[in-house]
């Protein structure tokens, strides 16, 4: 391998694994007066948290590389797994790091997981960013700029000095380019996915979370430039597009289960929220109104927004004709009730267009990869059967 | 909510209880003969339901949550949601969405056997409920009807503010409203509109007051058991009704006289005489087993004087009332503040209140699998009003409307050991 990128996958790796994020704790030792907040999946505009010259976090989860000692007891057995692990985090100290928090309206747990953190972190800032899910300009329009002013408000006083329109225009732009990046990376992977093994992917894409954005970028790109000299050679593999990964994240392992199982993972939904706008956001005039324009009108589809055309399961028909894809993996947490009450309109939208897919669920902490391999391995070699028939 | 699913022979009917049975039944009727009468029909959500707009246009209401639990307590949710599971619905999901999917795939017959009429509009009032986005989209794809939809902003703090209303009522204007006008085919009639408004507030204020009467002791009520029962035309179909006035009217007669005459809460096997403990109760009822549910309760002598689920339709007691001067302000208030849109501190405050208003001896949460809406933070909840009160908290597990998730053994064996311990706890406070 080409020593700089196994320097890049390594960075990459390291940053994955790191459940105690020294990367940030470093971060903020380079300067007096640094700090970062952390935000749950999917989507925050980062841009503010930027702008203010702090550093935003993404938090998902423990992973398979956490041993849930308290979390589990606040609880219950029927309920998914990123709240207990992200509990544990907190509780042991790992997010002492972290100077606030900001929690997306994803769905019910992380809405309540809020709560609970103003309950068991008294005096850190918490805050619930209720996104809109009314998308006219005049009213969700107005709901959200209003949101995106108090946020803005909020980073100024955590960072303790005003935000500048320009410093807010400027952050717009380093994270267009940080999402052009990963654009780019998805559509090399599509056309050659031999070349992007989803292990790698996932990893420099993962580490977004914690990397300042201009770093992050630096990191996509020259992955982007050493991987696509690499010397591997396109294999018989069924394309397949993955689907309910939005939140919790499934263990790397799972996702290399898939592509041992015969699966070129050429689309997912993998840490969205990295690259939630399907355009860039215009970089010059009013920044609030620039970024709440772009929530209403660029944002991905996924379960949790509403779809005002009651056409679910469209954006899924599309990323299977536009990535040439031979099927969809349902892989969803257990209990994400954004995923799960999702799927019946997605699979009808698939049937409708005679698109095979199959179906299992994870945890983030799952370590049992058999089945999963030997069902993802079955529809694989279904698909390439069918296909040639 | 009606109590023809309690052995009647054996209940003890009061006018109130015939007055209920009447008005659903005739409600459910309505609906049934809704296409012949030429009526037209929005299905909607019980959190933050705009029924007096809806009746202002002459339009009915049909809440699919009463649907399924109405189900659930006919025995019937088990094949439904069999059904729905059968179609590709994760177990993980809510059963009330799974109870109505599969009613629906049934044929639609509802909980009283008379055929429900298929929707003109899906009113989606998104009020402190994730689910209910997606149960309307799935049903969409249904029934292939339009949608209205409601974003009620949640109340992290607690608090209702002029931005909060301001968007809500916005989307009344612009969403909300014009829908129900194509759909109806009549103007929007404000003063129309006001005058149900007045008519709620009335029955609002002797429904607090109903609740109320559990400060007394003996408790004249049931404010879990009994109550779900008494927020049965408030909650849903006959706020702005003059039959919802009347019936609240006669609840609160009937209660006065038990205060009067020292009297305790109608079980479905008679009178309360004796009262043990008296419990808050957070979180839904089983429906599946209702009335065993409620017996695990009544054996132990446990009286509930205040519960958190009768709040989902609404924090009347905590002063809201439906304002006919402020019409659309007054509805977006009110979707605000319903229980499951505050945010954990700010339900929690409100337990704290109720334990300690209602002098209860003890409180109890009823966690159920499907709604991670109430449930996601109640461990946390019950340490925290453990520590502010004093007052130990019970914990159960079960679900809304499948029967498999309702363990007779495993909760009765909780509620009587729970029971027990308020029993030793007491016997040590009169040694000590």
């Given at each position: 391998?080409?020593?700089?990128?196994?320097?890049?996958?390594?960075?990459?790796?390291?940053?994955?694994?790191?459940?105690?994020?020294?990367?940030?704790?470093?971060?903020?030792?380079?300067?007096?007066?640094?700090?970062?907040?952390?935000?749950?999946?999917?989507?925050?505009?980062?841009?503010?948290?930027?702008?203010?010259?702090?550093?935003?976090?993404?938090?998902?989860?423990?992973?398979?590389r956490?041993?849930?000692?308290?979390?589990?007891?606040?609880f219950?057995?029927y309920?998914?797994?990123?709240?207990?692990?992200?509990?544990?985090?907190?509780?042991?100290?790992?997010?002492?790091?972290?100077?606030?928090?900001?929690?997306p309206?994803?769905?019910?747990?992380?809405?309540?997981?809020?709560?609970?953190?103003?309950?068991?972190?008294?005096?850190?800032?918490?805050?619930?960013?209720?996104?809109?899910?009314?998308?006219d300009?005049?009213?969700?329009?107005?709901?959200?700029?209003?949101?995106?002013?108090?946020?803005?408000?909020?980073?100024?006083?955590?960072?303790g000095?005003?935000?500048?329109?320009?410093?807010?225009?400027n952050?717009?732009?380093?994270?267009?380019?940080?999402?052009?990046?990963?654009?780019?990376?998805?559509?090399?992977?599509?056309?050659?996915?031999?070349?992007?093994?989803?292990?790698?992917?996932?990893?420099?894409?993962?580490?977004?979370?914690?990397?300042?954005?201009?770093?992050?970028?630096?990191?996509?790109?020259?992955?982007?430039?050493?991987a696509?000299?690499?010397?591997?050679?396109?294999?018989?593999?069924?394309?397949?597009?993955?689907?309910?990964?939005?939140?919790?994240?499934?263990?790397?392992?799972?996702l290399?289960?898939?592509?041992?199982?015969?699966?070129?993972?050429?689309n997912?939904?993998?840490?969205?929220?990295?690259?939630?706008?399907?355009?860039?956001i215009?970089?010059?005039?009013?920044?609030?109104?620039?970024?709440?324009?772009?929530?209403?009108t660029?944002?991905?589809?996924?379960?949790?927004?509403?779809?005002?055309d009651?056409?679910?399961?469209?954006?899924?028909?599309?990323?299977?004709?536009?990535?040439?894809?031979?099927?969809?993996?349902?892989?969803?947490?257990?209990?994400?009730?954004?995923?799960?009450?999702?799927?019946?309109?997605?699979?009808?939208?698939?049937?409708?267009?005679?698109?095979?897919?199959?179906?299992?669920?994870?945890?983030?902490?799952?370590?049992?990869?058999?089945?999963?391999?030997?069902?993802?391995?079955?529809?694989?070699?279904?698909?390439?059967?069918?296909?040639?028939? | 909510?009606?109590?023809?699913?309690?052995?009647?022979?054996?209940?003890?009917?009061?006018?109130?209880?015939?007055?209920?049975?009447?008005?659903?039944?005739?409600?459910?009727?309505?609906?049934?003969?809704?296409?012949?009468?030429?009526?037209?029909?929005?299905?909607?959500?019980?959190?933050?339901?705009?029924?007096?707009?809806?009746?202002?246009?002459?339009?009915?209401?049909?809440l699919?949550?009463?649907?399924?639990?109405?189900?659930?307590?006919?025995?019937?949710?088990?094949?439904?949601?069999?059904?729905?599971?059968?179609?590709?619905?994760?177990?993980?999901?809510?059963?009330?969405?799974?109870?109505?999917?599969?009613?629906?795939?049934s044929?639609?017959?509802?909980?009283?056997?008379?055929?429900?009429?298929?929707?003109?509009?899906?009113?989606?009032?998104?009020?402190?409920?994730?689910?209910?986005?997606?149960?309307?989209?799935?049903?969409?794809?249904?029934?292939?009807?339009?949608?209205?939809?409601?974003?009620?902003?949640?109340?992290?703090?607690?608090?209702?503010?002029?931005?909060?209303?301001?968007?809500?009522?916005?989307?009344?204007?612009t969403?909300?409203?014009?829908?129900?006008?194509?759909?109806?085919?009549?103007?929007?009639?404000?003063a129309?509109?006001?005058?149900?408004?007045?008519?709620?507030?009335?029955?609002?204020?002797?429904?607090?007051?109903?609740l109320?009467?559990?400060?007394?002791?003996?408790?004249?009520?049931?404010?879990?058991?009994g109550?779900?029962?008494?927020?049965?035309?408030i909650?849903?179909?006959?706020?702005?009704?003059?039959?919802?006035?009347?019936?609240?009217?006669?609840?609160?007669?009937?209660?006065?006289?038990?205060?009067?005459?020292?009297?305790?809460?109608?079980?479905?096997?008679?009178?309360?005489?004796?009262?043990?403990?008296?419990?808050?109760?957070?979180?839904?009822?089983?429906?599946?087993?209702?009335?065993?549910?409620?017996?695990?309760?009544?054996?132990?002598?446990?009286?509930?004087?205040?519960?958190?689920?009768t709040k989902?339709?609404?924090?009347?007691?905590?002063?809201?009332?439906?304002?006919?001067?402020r019409?659309?302000?007054?509805?977006?208030?009110?979707?605000?503040?319903?229980?499951?849109?505050?945010?954990?501190?700010?339900?929690?405050?409100?337990?704290?209140?109720?334990?300690?208003?209602?002098?209860?001896?003890?409180?109890?949460?009823?966690?159920?699998?499907?709604?991670?809406?109430?449930?996601?933070?109640?461990?946390?909840?019950?340490?925290?009003?453990?520590?502010?009160?004093?007052?130990?908290?019970?914990?159960?597990?079960?679900?809304?409307?499948?029967?498999?998730?309702?363990?007779?053994?495993?909760?009765?064996?909780?509620?009587e050991?729970?029971?027990?311990?308020?029993?030793?706890?007491?016997?040590?406070?009169?040694?000590?």
């Amino acid at each position: 391998m080409n020593p700089e990128l196994e320097q890049i996958l390594s960075r990459a790796q390291t940053l994955y694994e790191d459940v105690d994020y020294k990367a940030v704790a470093e971060w903020k030792s380079y300067a007096p007066g640094r700090r970062a907040i952390g935000y749950l999946p999917i989507y925050v505009p980062r841009e503010l948290i930027h702008a203010a010259g702090m550093l935003p976090v993404g938090i998902f989860g423990g992973g398979d590389r956490l041993e849930i000692i308290r979390g589990d007891a606040y609880f219950q057995s029927y309920i998914c797994h990123i709240p207990r692990s992200t509990i544990e985090l907190a509780l042991s100290g790992r997010l002492d790091v972290l100077d606030g928090m900001l929690f997306p309206s994803i769905c019910d747990v992380i809405r309540n997981l809020s709560g609970m953190w103003t309950m068991l972190f008294p005096g850190r800032y918490v805050r619930y960013v209720d996104l809109p899910q009314n998308y006219d300009a005049q009213v969700g329009g107005e709901f959200w700029r209003r949101e995106l002013t108090a946020i803005r408000d909020d980073m100024t006083r955590l960072a303790g000095g005003a935000i500048a329109d320009q410093s807010l225009r400027n952050s717009i732009r380093i994270y267009n380019q940080n999402r052009l990046a990963i654009r780019e990376l998805y559509q090399a992977r599509s056309e050659a996915p031999w070349l992007y093994p989803i292990s790698q992917v996932y990893a420099v894409l993962r580490a977004g979370a914690v990397l300042p954005p201009e770093e992050h970028t630096t990191m996509l790109r020259r992955y982007l430039e050493m991987a696509s000299q690499g010397s591997s050679l396109p294999e018989d593999r069924s394309r397949v597009v993955l689907t309910g990964m939005f939140c919790e994240q499934p263990p790397l392992a799972l996702l290399i289960t898939l592509e041992r199982a015969g699966c070129w993972i050429v689309n997912d939904d993998l840490l969205l929220g990295l690259r939630w706008f399907t355009g860039e956001i215009p970089e010059e005039g009013d920044a609030i109104e620039n970024l709440a324009q772009a929530y209403l009108t660029q944002s991905v589809a996924t379960a949790s927004c509403y779809a005002p055309d009651g056409q679910r399961g469209r954006w899924l028909v599309d990323a299977v004709r536009q990535n040439r894809a031979d099927g969809v993996i349902f892989c969803a947490p257990s209990f994400c009730d954004p995923a799960l009450l999702e799927q019946p309109m997605l699979v009808a939208a698939l049937e409708r267009e005679h698109i095979p897919h199959t179906q299992f669920k994870y945890s983030e902490d799952t370590g049992q990869f058999a089945v999963i391999r030997e069902q993802a391995g079955t529809f694989s070699d279904s698909i390439r059967l069918w296909s040639e028939a | 909510m009606t109590r023809d699913t309690v052995q009647e022979s054996a209940a003890q009917k009061e006018r109130s209880m015939v007055l209920q049975k009447q008005l659903i039944g005739d409600y459910y009727e309505s609906l049934g003969h809704a296409r012949e009468a030429g009526r037209r029909v929005v299905s909607t959500f019980v959190p933050g339901n705009l029924t007096e707009l809806l009746r202002s246009f002459d339009l009915l209401p049909i809440l699919p949550e009463i649907n399924a639990l109405q189900s659930g307590m006919r025995k019937l949710s088990a094949n439904y949601i069999a059904e729905a599971e059968k179609q590709g619905h994760s177990e993980d999901v809510c059963t009330y969405v799974k109870c109505d999917i599969g009613m629906l795939k049934s044929g639609n017959v509802g909980p009283t056997g008379v055929k429900l009429p298929t929707p003109d509009l899906l009113l989606l009032s998104y009020t402190g409920c994730f689910t209910f986005l997606k149960w309307f989209e799935l049903l969409r794809q249904e029934y292939q009807c339009p949608v209205a939809m409601l974003h009620v902003p949640y109340l992290a703090n607690g608090r209702i503010e002029r931005h909060h209303v301001d968007y809500v009522v916005q989307q009344l204007r612009t969403e909300v409203i014009p829908k129900l006008e194509q759909v109806s085919g009549r103007r929007y009639d404000e003063a129309r509109l006001s005058e149900m408004l007045a008519l709620s507030a009335k029955a609002e204020d002797d429904f607090v007051w109903v609740l109320e009467s559990a400060k007394n002791i003996p408790s004249p009520i049931d404010a879990y058991f009994g109550g779900v029962y008494y927020i049965g035309p408030i909650f849903t179909a006959f706020r702005g009704t003059s039959e919802g006035v009347e019936y609240y009217r006669v609840l609160r007669e009937e209660i006065a006289e038990r205060i009067r005459s020292g009297l305790g809460p109608i079980t479905p096997e008679g009178a309360m005489e004796s009262q043990r403990y008296r419990l808050v109760v957070e979180g839904p009822p089983n429906w599946t087993s209702f009335r065993e549910f409620w017996k695990m309760f009544y054996d132990e002598g446990a009286v509930v004087v205040a519960s958190s689920y009768t709040k989902v339709g609404g924090l009347y007691d905590r002063g809201f009332r439906h304002d006919p001067n402020r019409p659309l302000e007054s509805l977006a208030e009110y979707c605000l503040g319903c229980y499951t849109n505050l945010g954990l501190p700010a339900r929690v405050d409100l337990l704290e209140r109720y334990i300690r208003e209602y002098r209860a001896d003890g409180f109890m949460i009823n966690s159920v699998k499907s709604c991670n809406s109430f449930s996601v933070g109640q461990l946390l909840m019950l340490r925290q009003l453990e520590q502010r009160t004093g007052v130990p908290g019970g914990f159960i597990e079960s679900d809304l409307v499948d029967p498999r998730y309702f363990s007779t053994a495993n909760i009765k064996n909780r509620i009587e050991s729970y029971m027990q311990m308020l029993a030793q706890r007491r016997v040590a406070e009169v040694t000590a």
